[in-house]
């Protein structure tokens, strides 16, 4: 009756105003209806699925993922600059036992009912996954789940966050056994001289209770903090980067040698930042590093000894232009390391540029390198002259590191080495009398001299390496003959101590050993090659007379070179029992190497320190071998 009584008009009005409404209802519905389907079937879905970046196996690999090359082009694609690397996906590292979980992230969302209960679960995960990021173990290794996977500054925040263990992430620790105890207390020993005479600075001076200064850099200090890790001292260890945190200043005007500050302080900073993920120790690397890098800015490229840290210039020795060829060519596991955790190429750019330099020059006598190489010219000077001992030592043990770094794919670093050892066999090695002893002798023009640096016996237990690392098994067979050499070099001496140079004698004679000492050669600066070469034997090998021998090593170290108020000291006299002339010094590398070996040595944990996970720099700092191809 009211809708006749309604003008045409307003039912006019009215049936509008119906007819907008429901057509209102449908698109409502319809952009509601989009929405769910998309957030069902696809957001989600695609929020857990793993970036994929090509080569990185996300299960289990024993190692970290390669820096970009320096010299690649990247064009101007932020995901590829080296500044901001992609973000691989989580991968484990360390021993097995202290694996980190990847985080779980293969819940897929079926249907609405589900959602709810994923949601949590990626709550739980993220939960999860904070945690595991933030694992540190004590004594083992871990862990920066995401080196390399941030720009520098969001990377240091990460690993500020406290840390936690992750209880079913452990296997039973291997109990330490006596040797090794024996080992600690030798530690402890010598860090109670350093703590009590020497704290904050360079070297102990056992003796007269004082110190001597270097760099000014309590080199000792840092080149020990991995160590104190590894043995498990964790008071000392706190104290240490207590120092660290409130007292180590590069910002110095001192000069610095360029190889012994990258392999003792920068190699020892970082390795301490791999082990405990303490993010102080990547920020004091990454200060030293830049501070290091005047030393390159030279004609030839080839860097300078000598670095002033504080005023940001660098130059040779007062008398001459030259570098030593050993020390140029090994800071590349520490600089390219450098690059892998900073994101920033310029350190590997620099250090790779020496060793393709290096590579072409000639000079070389079937791979074996002159001592030295002009910092103008580029060129090798003194030519010659071919030693595996001291100027040129660590070039041939950076040549296989450097490939085993990087994964193996550095095919140049390879052949320079496969090379240099054929080289050595052809103009080195010698056998002496009566023990008919391998070793490793010195040409200099054309003339043989059967004189073997100490330093040599690092050879071994490189050797050692490359022979697991599939190269020929022929390298086994020389680093077993050359380690029995090593040995009896401390065997064959009154005091079990080896002397920094020995002569080997090639002919038989009536009552001569295989080894001559000069009086200038005969002290012992308690240096680590032959107990590092015997860890490496050991663990390749599992023989136990390579033990038995570092066992007999420390304890002459005991006898001879302890001092009752603390540390141990350096000797003048390996031929002197009853006095072997203490010299009143403690090299930082008794500490950083020499113990460490020894501890290592005695340990039958191969997760302890994994070889397929790590590589020593020269200076016994492990470094992360980064993923295989
Ligand atoms: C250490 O600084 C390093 O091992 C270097 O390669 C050689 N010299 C000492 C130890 O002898």
Redo the contacts with the bound molecule.
């Keep these: 009756k009211k809708w006749k009584q309604l003008s045409r008009l307003q039912r006019s009005v009215i049936l509008f105003l119906f007819a907008f409404l429901a057509v209102c209802g449908v698109i409502s519905y319809t952009s509601m209806g989009e929405p769910w389907k998309s957030l069902t079937n696809k957001s989600l879905d695609d929020q857990r699925t793993e970036p994929e970046i090509p080569g990185l196996k996300l299960a289990n690999p024993a190692v970290l993922p390669a820096p970009q090359k320096a010299d690649a082009n990247l064009g101007d694609d932020p995901e590829l600059s080296p500044q901001k690397p992609p973000k691989p996906p989580h991968v484990r590292r360390g021993p097995s036992n202290l694996h980190i979980k990847a985080p779980r992230r293969d819940v897929r969302l079926k249907t609405r009912q589900d959602t709810s209960r994923v949601v949590e679960e990626l709550v739980q995960a993220d939960k999860e996954e904070k945690t595991e990021k933030s694992i540190i173990s004590w004594r083992g290794a871990v862990i920066e789940p995401d080196q390399n996977t941030e720009p520098p500054s969001s990377k240091i925040k990460e690993s500020e966050k406290p840390s936690s263990v992750e209880a079913e992430d452990q296997k039973e620790p291997v109990p330490i056994n006596e040797r090794q105890t024996a080992v600690i207390e030798a530690f402890r020993h010598a860090w109670k001289g350093y703590k009590d005479f020497a704290w904050g600075h360079d070297e102990l001076k056992p003796l007269s209770k004082s110190y001597s200064e270097w760099f000014g850099l309590g080199l000792t200090l840092i080149d020990a903090l991995d160590t104190m890790w590894i043995l498990g001292l964790k008071e000392e260890f706190e104290e240490a980067r207590k120092w660290v945190a409130n007292s180590l200043v590069f910002d110095k005007n001192v000069d610095v040698n360029l190889f012994e500050s990258t392999?003792?302080i920068l190699g020892g900073l970082l390795s301490t930042y791999h082990l405990s993920g303490d993010s102080l120790f990547l920020e004091k690397a990454k200060d030293i590093g830049n501070r290091l890098m005047p030393a390159f800015k030279t004609p030839s490229k080839i860097p300078y000894s000598d670095v002033n840290i504080g005023r940001g210039t660098a130059h040779p020795p007062r008398w001459t232009s030259d570098s030593t060829v050993a020390e140029v060519t090994?800071i590349q596991l520490e600089f390219r390391e450098l690059s892998r955790l900073t994101g920033d190429e310029k350190f590997q750019k620099a250090v790779d540029e020496v060793m393709k330099h290096v590579h072409t020059l000639s000079g070389k006598n079937d791979g074996l390198v002159p001592m030295f190489i002009n910092t103008n010219s580029g060129q090798f000077t003194h030519l010659g002259v071919y030693t595996l001992g001291a100027r040129a030592?660590?070039y041939y043990e950076y040549l296989l590191k450097q490939w085993i770094q990087g994964g193996k794919k550095e095919n140049e670093l390879l052949e320079d080495y496969m090379r240099a050892i054929e080289g050595v066999k052809k103009h080195l090695l010698q056998t002496s009398q009566p023990k008919k002893l391998t070793f490793v002798g010195e040409l200099a023009h054309g003339h043989f001299s059967a004189k073997m640096d100490h330093?040599v016996c690092f050879l071994p237990g490189t050797l050692a390496l490359g022979a697991h690392n599939g190269l020929t098994a022929d390298h086994m067979k020389l680093a077993e003959a050359l380690i029995q050499t090593c040995y009896q070099m401390y065997a064959q001496v009154e005091t079990g101590l080896s002397p920094e140079i020995v002569h080997f004698n090639l002919h038989a004679q009536k009552g001569h050993k295989d080894v001559e000492i000069k009086p200038a050669d005969r002290h012992n600066l308690l240096?680590?090659?032959t107990v590092e070469s015997l860890f490496y034997m050991y663990r390749f090998t599992g023989d136990k007379k390579y033990q038995d021998w570092g066992w007999e090593i420390l304890q002459n170290f005991n006898k001879y070179t302890r001092v009752p108020t603390g540390g141990y000291t350096s000797i003048n006299n390996v031929q002197n029992p009853s006095n072997p002339e203490p010299r009143d010094k403690m090299e930082s590398?008794f500490l950083g190497?020499t113990l460490k070996y020894m501890f290592l040595l005695f340990s039958d944990d191969i997760d302890l320190i994994n070889l397929d996970k790590y590589v020593f720099n020269?200076?016994a700092h492990p470094l992360p071998i980064w993923v295989p191809a």
């Design positions: 392999i003792r090994s030592d660590s330093l240096r680590p090659e590398f190497e020269t200076e």
